[in-house]
């Protein structure tokens, strides 16, 4: 529509069955710097239109081939041709039929006695008119475009953050893995004990039904729990001895360590909560905060109980294993002191259940 022709000249074209109007037309409109192109009847406009595009089109309202409103029709009803204007030329002077027109999407009626100049003028208005709105659509479709790739970009950009955000959690999670590595190379039951109070934890709290989420957390939080020895000297970490009380302190500052490493992990952070209270007793004589029944978090009341029968069922440097029911016996009596009663018994029954 709005590719001028080679001399850079603007294309009307006329669909008009009158010689004498077709040349009037294109010898007044050609000496003013328009390419004008001529059909006589609808065929020839059909055949024309398949590869021609005007810029105007000026059509006679009767062809004698058809009627030029099924023309008009055509044109504004093709997605690709309605953007020409089309000023309709016609001996009738009828209000109806002009109205007509116009609704079916003419610019223009025009009256085939109106002078030349006249018409001259309106096809310059309507031309004008028609490069400001291509104008404009260029103009919205650039703008449009702009929007579309910035959002590509927006998304790209959130892409890549996320890409990098995952990156740097999971090698904060490798870190802190390492951190649990070298202690287990200090302190060698630490691998088989963290291992052993997350799944323990992890059934626990699937038979409490709590959700998949705060099952993973636990099972997480229960790998984890004590982290913190990262910190505890080795003399006091392997010690075999009884512990003084200045190193019973010492080693009862591992649940705060711990929770603070992984305060430094956004992937984790939610965790340590959970760890920093897993030597809590539910009477409140455990430790770090003292904390009494369901103000401990129940993730580390679940961990508290896994903990405390995985330590006493296995081998320490200064004493071996209980056995199971040793280990139950002496945990039973602290049901209510150090473990919450609800915890407990379900922790009981999968035991039992796993000895069958
Ligand atoms: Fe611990
Ligand atoms: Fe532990």
Redesign the pocket.
């Known amino acids: 529509m709005d590719k001028i022709n080679e001399n850079g000249k603007k294309v009307i074209l006329i669909v008009d069955d009158s010689l004498v109007i077709r040349k009037t037309l294109k010898n007044f409109l050609g000496n003013r710097a328009y390419d004008v192109h001529t059909v006589e009847n609808g065929k020839e406009f059909f055949k024309y239109i398949k590869t021609g595009r005007p810029h105007i089109i000026i059509l006679d309202k009767m062809l004698p081939d058809g009627d030029g409103f099924d023309i008009l029709n055509y044109i504004k009803m093709n997605i690709e041709l309605n953007n020409i204007p089309v000023i309709l030329f016609t001996t009738q002077d009828d209000y109806d039929n002009e109205l007509a027109g116009l609704k079916l999407g003419a610019e223009m009626f025009l009256s085939k006695s109106v002078k030349m100049e006249e018409l001259e003028l309106c096809i310059r208005k309507i031309l004008i008119k028609q490069d400001k709105l291509i104008k404009i659509k260029e103009n919205v479709n650039r703008l449009s475009r702009e929007i579309d790739e910035k959002d590509n970009t927006i998304m790209k950009e959130s892409k890549r953050s996320n890409i990098l955000n995952e990156q740097l959690n999971q090698m904060s999670y490798d870190l802190i893995n390492v951190l649990l590595k070298t202690l287990e190379v200090r302190d060698p039951y ?1 691998k088989k ?2 291992e052993s ?1 997350s799944q323990l934890s992890e059934v626990i709290s699937q038979e409490m039904k709590l959700t998949p989420e705060r099952v993973q957390n636990i099972k997480i939080a229960g790998y984890f ?2 982290i913190g ?1 990262i910190g505890i000297p080795d003399n006091i970490l392997n010690s075999t001895k009884m512990l003084s009380r200045d190193e019973r302190i010492t080693i009862e500052k591992h649940p705060i360590i711990g929770a603070e490493i992984l305060e430094t992990v956004n992937s984790l952070k939610h965790l340590a909560e959970m760890v920093k209270h ?2 809590e007793n539910f009477d409140g004589s455990g430790y770090p905060d003292n904390l009494t029944g369901e103000k401990i978090p129940l993730e580390s009341r679940i ?1 508290r109980v896994a ?1 405390f029968f ?2 006493l069922s296995t081998d320490r440097v200064y004493r071996p294993a209980y056995s199971y029911e040793q280990s139950l016996d002496m945990m039973k009596k602290r049901i209510g002191t150090f473990f919450d009663k609800k915890v407990f018994n379900i922790f009981l029954k999968l035991i039992e259940k796993s000895v069958k």
């Open positions: 630490t004990h963290s109070v729990h004590d020895k897993h030597h961990i903990d995985d330590a």
